[in-house]
């Protein structure tokens, strides 16, 4: 029973009854519009899926995506879905891949910062991504020109290496990718 001044949380259901054509993630029960992305944010998207693709696809290490795409995180009864700008599922772990989405956590995790978001990938969704243990997360910062890759530990995540250009990006979990930081940023 919800009473005066309480707010019911949203469901799986509800998320899947969005409007189609509109980006939703649902957050510790809320739905929440995510924001177009910027003209910034579409270049690096490009610049780091490109890399990420053709390093996975040369050496049959699983499968990319690039948002929406939906990742579910379930906490018992409860959803989060989340739409990461990109995401890497091992070959190992292919079977969390349905046609839909992934039902489960990625081994790598990119969320492209902007004003609208930042607070949140830095936050909430940081926080949600070590919950689940996706093991690897970046965050990309488009105003300072930096990648910082975080890599999942004992008590949460823990920096392996901020990049910036004249740098090369290395990812842990991707072994031998190397990605020219200078060259990401337009």
């Known amino acids: 029973m919800t009473t005066r001044g309480q707010r019911t949380r949203a469901t799986y259901e509800d998320y ?5 054509g ?14 177009s992305p910027n003209t910034m944010h579409q270049a690096l998207t490009i610049e780091l899926s490109t890399a990420l693709h053709t390093f996975v696809k040369e050496h049959a290490l699983g499968r990319v995506f690039v948002a929406p795409f939906d990742v579910v995180l379930w906490e018992g009864d409860e959803a989060n879905v989340v739409q990461p700008d990109l995401l890497f599922v091992s070959a190992a772990r292919l079977d969390i891949i349905t046609e ?15 004003p609208s978001t930042e607070s949140v990938d830095r936050g909430n969704k940081r926080d949600l991504y070590a919950r689940h243990g996706v093991g690897e997360y970046w965050l990309v910062d488009p105003e300072a020109r930096t990648v910082t890759v975080l890599m999942l530990g004992e008590t949460g995540y823990e920096t392996a290496g901020t990049y910036e250009p004249g740098q090369a990006l290395t990812a842990p979990t991707l072994d031998g990718l190397t990605i020219d930081v200078g060259e990401v940023f337009p």
């Open 100 to 114: 839909a989405n992934v039902q489960g956590a990625p081994d790598l995790v990119v969320e492209i910062l902007s």
């Open 16 to 20: 899947l009854n969005t409007p189609e």
């Open 22 to 35: 509109e980006r939703y993630e649902l957050r510790d029960g809320e739905l929440v519009m995510a924001p």
